[in-house]
């Protein structure tokens, strides 16, 4: 398809192999985009290639800077050059401020803070001479706190400001580089469906959660996508260092 809405545009996605991800890099095809999913579970990203047809995977541990300058290379290489970045890749590991473990705080900020790090940074360099949108994943967890939810909180609080950081850095180098970030409530997704199952009571966790929702659902990975979609096209060209919450009107209340 090379007259949508993103006809023209090479996009990266971290954690793209399943999720929200693979959700954005479905959409972003369907509208012209070439994608590369990066993932570090490689059969994963190798199945998501496979069944996807036009989607290109590679191989990307976030919270190695190398890492993400071999996958960023690769992809500048095959297609020429990345229009778009999608910092998805995250993890959410529970705990409170008395019950966290050490390597639980450490490897949530290493995925879900360092890895937008680097990624924005390597991002910057490959779009400083053309011009391009960075977003970020974030969370409602980024603007409202939970009892037990300590480091990602924490995380997801990171990527909010870090986010602002970036964008008025390019706005400053007049880069033409946009940053924004993405806050939904839960979506249904395999790691909201991994948390469900982990229950003890799964249901009444379910309706707990659901509670919380004025929409009274989770979200669709589909209608995060497509708010991400917007972000990436320059129907988004004067919104930078934005928040889009996208959470069924749950910071509402």
């Known amino acids: ?48 290639a496979r069944e996807t047809p036009g989607l290109h995977f590679v191989r990307l541990d976030v919270t190695s800077d190398a890492s993400w300058r071999d996958a960023v290379d690769e992809v500048r290489t095959r297609f ?24 639980d705080w450490q490897r949530t900020q290493r995925v879900n803070v360092d890895g937008v790090f680097y990624g924005c940074r ?50 400053r180098k007049q880069y033409g580089i946009r940053c924004n970030s993405v806050h939904p409530t839960f979506v249904d997704t395999p790691m909201y469906q991994n948390t469900l199952a982990a229950a003890r009571d799964p249901e009444r966790l379910r309706t707990n959660l659901l509670a919380q929702v004025p929409l009274g659902r989770p979200a669709e990975a589909r209608e995060i996508a497509d708010l991400i979609l917007y972000l990436l096209s320059d129907e988004s060209a004067f919104v930078t260092g934005a928040e889009m919450v996208i959470d069924g009107g749950m910071t509402a209340q």
Do not use: F
């Open 122 to 171: 390597h991002a910057v360099r490959a779009m400083r001479d053309h011009g391009g949108s960075i977003v970020n994943l974030s969370s409602v967890s980024g603007l409202i706190g939970g009892h037990n939810m300590l480091a990602y909180n924490a995380s997801k609080g990171a990527v909010r400001l870090l986010t602002k950081s970036v964008a008025l850095h390019c706005a």
């Open 1 to 48: 398809m090379r007259d949508g809405r993103l006809a023209g545009k090479t996009v990266l996605i971290s954690g793209g192999a399943s999720g929200i991800g693979l959700a954005t890099a479905q959409r972003a095809l369907a509208h012209g985009a070439h994608v590369a999913v990066g993932d570090v579970d490689v059969a994963a990203g190798e199945r998501a």
């Open 80 to 103: 020429r050059r990345i229009d778009g970045l999608v910092n998805n890749a995250g993890i959410m590991l529970l705990g409170d401020i008395e019950s966290l473990s050490d390597d």
